[in-house]
């Protein structure tokens, strides 16, 4: 089965930084995109960032780009959000997520298989 763990969330000022993880089992990272996506009081839920297991291949939301990166160490099977320079608007629930399609290029939330339990991240102006 398929298993994915979200950890790193919590409380920051505006203008600092949080290291979110994911730790995947039951994957094989050559044969899924992860990601990870968050969703604020209200709102909808939203793509932040994706990496292709393939190739390393990444996006971001226009809303994250030159502030936020994502990462994998494929030996621990995890996956990482460094998140820098963050905002209040960026407060929300983040979650990981995964698509068993290696050449999957998008963040829409409805295209993912698997699912994890989010983390909050809450920052403070």
């Known amino acids: 089965d398929v298993q994915l763990q979200a950890s790193g969330g919590g409380l920051v000022q505006a203008g600092g930084s949080l290291r979110l993880s994911c730790a995947a089992s039951g994957v094989t990272f050559d044969d899924y995109a992860i990601g990870w996506f968050r969703q604020a009081p209200g709102k909808e839920r939203e793509g932040v960032s994706y990496i292709s297991g393939v190739d390393g291949s990444t996006a971001y939301a226009d809303s994250v780009k030159g502030r936020f990166t994502i990462s994998t160490d494929s030996a621990k099977k995890t996956i990482y959000l460094q998140m820098n320079s963050l905002k209040p608007e960026d407060t929300a629930v983040y979650y990981c997520?995964?698509?068993?399609?290696?050449?999957?290029?998008?963040?829409?939330?409805?295209?993912?298989?698997?699912w994890g339990k989010g983390t909050q991240v809450t920052v403070s102006s």
């Open positions: 997520a995964a698509r068993h399609d290696s050449n999957y290029s998008d963040l829409d939330h409805h295209d993912m298989d698997y």
